[in-house]
């Protein structure tokens, strides 16, 4: 909690409601680059392994929060993150973790889902899996460790919102 209550300015929290098993923190960023920067800020608290869930429609900012998540694991740099829109799932290996970014756009049925071996990648120790799409499976919902919510508020505007578990 405390790294992401330090953020610049530029991303205060808006708001922060503790519930009884998990705690959610509401961020407003307004550039590209503020979105990365909370990714690096929020890479912090993220321990391997886990299951991160990036829910928003199209254009919201989820492969662009993963630049930055990545980035902070040594895992890969911010450029060379693209969306996996075709490809599904990219692998960036950093010296102490591995960061797969998943992308479930046109993943429809459970079979083609299980087709990516997903299951051999969730659980594994070094493993942080980062997800758009994933609430399509309700499987995901359940099982996922970290939730962050983009919305599109003004063309560079984005509210976040993370949900974290802290039992
Ligand atoms: P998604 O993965 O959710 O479909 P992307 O991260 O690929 O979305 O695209 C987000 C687009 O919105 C990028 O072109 C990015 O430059 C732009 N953008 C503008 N303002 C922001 C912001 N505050 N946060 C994130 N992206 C922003
Ligand atoms: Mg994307």
Known sequence: ??????????????????????????????????????????????????????????????????????????????????????????????????VYHVDLYRVDTPRELETLGLDDLIGQERNLLLVEWGEKFPRFLRERDVEIAFQRTGPDDRRITITTATD
């Open 1 to 98: 909690m405390q790294a992401l209550r330090r953020l610049p300015s530029t991303a205060e929290p808006a708001a922060f409601l503790r519930y009884s098993r998990t705690v959610t923190q509401e961020f407003s960023t307004h550039s590209a680059e503020e979105t990365i920067e909370l990714g690096r800020q929020l890479a912090r608290r993220l321990k391997p392994p886990s299951l991160v869930l990036l829910r928003g429609d199209l254009g919201a900012g989820k492969t662009t929060m993963a630049k930055g998540i990545a980035e902070a694991f040594d895992a890969a740099a911010q450029d060379d993150v693209t969306s996996p829109t075709f490809t599904l799932i990219h692998e960036y290996r950093g010296p102490q973790v591995s």
